[in-house]
């Protein structure tokens, strides 16, 4: 079975530097650039930008 080339799974690494990490999935054809989501780092327990890492 072929993997989905169109749906590949990325990394969120959070900015904050804590090495805290988020496995999600995204839609190549409607998001091609890099992702940014705002997402709960619990190592120091708020909310910051997880950037997609490659």
Known sequence: MARNEVRPTVKLRS???T???YVTKKN????P???VLRK????IRRHV???EER
């Open 19 to 21: 090495g805290y990490t």
């Open 28 to 31: 190549r054809r409607s998001d």
């Open 49 to 51: 930008a997880f950037r």
């Open 33 to 35: 650039d890099r992702m």
């Open 15 to 17: 900015t904050a530097g």
């Open 40 to 43: 709960y780092d619990p190592v």
